[in-house]
């Protein structure tokens, strides 16, 4: 929705306040703690910052069940901190995108207040209510969270919809005045000169109209259903107006409705985060299915090709750690890390860096019930355990999967709690901080951290990098994933190994190429067709004419 598409040759990072840098040592990550770090930003590279939800809640889901928003939660700081966090931001030229939940609001949200107590109140409308005397539920839809979406509320005789958990209703988008309350939203935020948003769970805004029971209960009510659209619509003038990013999230579209939402000239979004590549490593265990993944990944990358454009991304703070889920995070930890970069990076598209990806940070691997937060990872530990699952085989899908492996706060010194905080954090730590800081990794030019800086550097430097055509590489082997990018004649080359064994790259010539970039270090004129265990190379080829 912008005036100028300058998000097609920047690069994001994601912040998740509660864990990036705490300045008034509570243990909390805050607003003036991110001030303080702009020079770091400034020093990676990236050209916008994506802040995780910020806004006062009740603290159930991180952030995410909003009690009022147009404020900033008093752990993370004030409106005036705010402002000067946007102020510094753009005078380091990094613009500023926010997050804004549009499903759901906080129980204690003043709207729901007035809504729960009275039926008559305008407020009422503003949810999803059926009838209902507190023992039968109105039909077998379940939340993300596995219990059921309804909750009872005796006040009134009837049961309040939430897709996520209880103290997260459901907003009523057919309800024309909870269109206009979020667009006067967005322009309130607009006044305070964000440069756009990441919607959160868009996909979960329409519901199904009869209400009758589903044959999965946990998607088939909401998910991708016809008739998002015009709750989306309404966002578009507001957007358009002040010239806004659009981002969406939107976890289980298809391609005609996200080529539709993506349409240049009636779409809603500039950006849409998709999930296919993530539900591939859902799945992945123990070895990631590298030929569907690249047929997944070219789909995307060639659908939208001169249509719209990709985000691009391999974490965010509801994704467990790259290098411990896709990478070896045991044997190869800092060049899985690394190869990744490169492999999802130099595709076309937005790059989206998750704060500690850079660092190669792995996943924090808890041992205890009780070193977790996430409400998700909580409920699934109850779920299972009443289920009969061992107590020692829910720990361990934990320590691989929960959203608190991306959580734990970012390191940037060897120092007590990774110099993060003079106090102990709100969330352990995860191991290895001795080597994976940023002061550290600032100072090895062999780090993860400069590895990214120099992937960065290379992205926006290069055109073809940046709007160069995306071409597959068939490979027989099927370890890795092989692409080219080209524009003008001008091409290049990018070949990892997305496995812990030796690959090859017989089948095709490497000898017309200089090798510019390589995580493993070798000579710059190097052909080897041996491509070694997570090993990753960028290639300028001989320039042909088109």
């Known amino acids: 929705m912008t005036a100028t598409e300058w998000w097609r040759q920047a690069v994001g990072y994601e912040i998740y306040p509660q864990s990036f840098f705490d300045s008034n040592h509570d243990g909390i990550g805050d607003l003036p703690g991110i001030q303080s770090k702009v020079a770091y930003l400034q020093s990676l590279g990236v050209d916008f910052v994506w802040l995780a939800s910020f806004y006062p809640s009740g603290h159930v889901d991180s952030g995410y069940d909003v009690t009022d928003y147009r404020n900033v939660d008093p752990q993370f700081g004030t409106l ?8 510094a931001l753009h005078a380091a030229n990094i613009k500023v995108v926010i997050d804004l939940a549009l499903n759901h609001t906080s129980i204690q949200h003043p709207w729901f207040q007035a809504a729960q107590r009275d039926r008559t109140s305008a407020y009422h409308d503003y949810y999803i209510w059926r009838d209902s005397d507190g023992t039968t539920l109105p039909n077998n839809w379940e939340s993300v969270f596995g219990t059921s979406a309804w909750t009872p509320n005796p006040a009134t005789g009837e049961a309040y919809l939430h897709s996520f958990a209880p103290e997260q209703p459901d907003l009523n988008w057919e309800n024309p005045a909870v269109q ?17 948003f990441r919607f959160d769970g868009v996909t979960h805004l329409k519901k199904r109209a009869d209400f009758g029971d589903v044959a999965h209960p946990r998607t088939d009510y909401y998910q991708d259903l016809a008739g998002v659209a015009p709750y989306l619509a309404a966002l578009r003038p507001v ?21 539709q ?10 950006l849409l985060l998709e999930f296919d590549h993530v539900h591939f490593w859902e799945t992945a265990e123990p ?35 790259a290098v411990s889920y896709y990478g070896d995070g045991t044997a190869y930890p800092r060049r899985s890390a690394q190869a990744l970069g490169m492999w999802y990076m130099l ?55 929960s959203r608190d492996n991306a959580r734990t706060p970012l390191p940037w010194t060897p120092d007590e ?13 995860t191991p290895g901080l001795a080597t994976r800081n940023v002061a550290t990794e600032q100072q090895d030019p062999h780090s993860v951290l400069t590895f990214y800086q120099q992937l960065i550097q290379f992205k926006k430097a290069i055109p073809a990098l940046q709007s160069g055509r995306y071409e597959l590489i068939d490979t027989q082997d099927n370890q890795l994933y092989v692409y080219r990018r080209t524009l003008n004649g001008d091409n290049w080359q990018v070949v990892v190994n997305m496995s812990s064994q030796v690959a090859t790259t017989q089948e095709f010539d490497l000898t017309a190429s200089e090798l510019i970039l390589t995580n493993l270090r070798v000579d710059a004129d190097s052909d080897d067709q041996v491509i070694q265990p997570w090993e990753a190379r960028l290639y300028h080829l001989r320039k042909v004419e088109q």
């Open 239 to 259: 957007l358009q107006r002040n010239h806004l990013v659009a981002i969406g999230e939107a976890g289980g579209i298809d391609m005609a409705t996200a080529k």
């Open 347 to 401: 595709m076309k598209g937005t790059p989206f860096i998750y704060q500690g990806q850079e660092l190669g940070l792995p996943n924090a691997h808890f041992k205890r019930l009780d070193d977790y937060r996430d409400l998700d990872s909580l409920n699934y530990y109850h779920r299972q355990l009443a289920a009969g699952v061992p107590e020692t085989a829910i720990l361990a899908q934990l320590a691989t999967k």
């Open 80 to 87: 005036a901190d705010f402002d000067a966090l946007v102020t």
């Open 287 to 321: 070895k990631l299915p590298v030929a569907d993944l690249r047929a997944n990944m070219s789909k995307w990358q060639v659908a939208l090709e001169g249509y719209a454009w990709n985000a691009l991304f391999i974490e965010n703070h509801d994704l467990p750690r």
């Open 180 to 196: 206009r309350e979020m667009a006067d939203i967005v322009q309130w935020w607009a006044d305070r000169h964000v440069d756009g």
């Open 417 to 429: 709690y990774g110099g993060f905080s003079t106090h102990q954090p709100w969330i352990g730590l």
């Open 261 to 270: 939402w993506l349409d240049p000239e009636n779409g809603y979004f500039d």
